[in-house]
């Protein structure tokens, strides 16, 4: 079956740290360009970090530039999104979502722009809620 799975959501404390995974079967990460998005309530889905295929370039969401860092590991096919000093404004649903490397022109035009349903595959989701 091919599909994205996230996990590592929960509830965090202010302050706090969580590690988001991203582990894809059925297919291989290595030529897809990964993007972490979120969703709060009542708020559109933010593209927040973004890694490439090839040369692993990045882009990192204002938001979240200095707290979050995303990082690939293509032996074990999972893609992680470390996220440091967490904020209530940071609970949301977190996504993430694959599209073929070649596809995109920047990780910032793909995090910012591209359609979501422009992207090849997609997971179901994990909730990070920071709160006290």
């Known amino acids: 079956q091919v599909q994205l799975v996230e996990s590592g959501g929960g509830l965090v404390q202010p302050g706090g740290s969580l590690r988001l995974s991203c582990a894809a079967s059925g297919f291989t990460l290595d030529y897809y360009a990964i993007g972490w998005f979120r969703q709060a309530p009542g708020k559109e889905r933010e593209g927040v970090s973004c890694i490439s295929s090839s040369d692993g370039s990045t882009y990192y969401a204002d938001s979240v530039k200095g707290r979050f860092t995303i990082s690939r590991d293509n032996a074990k096919n999972t893609v992680y999104l470390q996220m440091n000093s967490l904020k209530p404004e940071d609970t949301a649903v977190y996504y993430c979502?694959?599209?073929?490397?070649?596809?995109?022109?920047?990780?910032?035009?793909?995090?910012?722009?591209?359609?979501?349903?422009?992207?090849?595959?997609w997971g179901q989701g994990t909730q990070v809620t920071v709160s006290s």
């Open positions: 979502a694959a599209v073929g490397g070649e596809r995109i022109t920047t990780v910032q035009a793909m995090c910012e722009t591209l359609p979501w349903d422009e992207y090849d595959y």
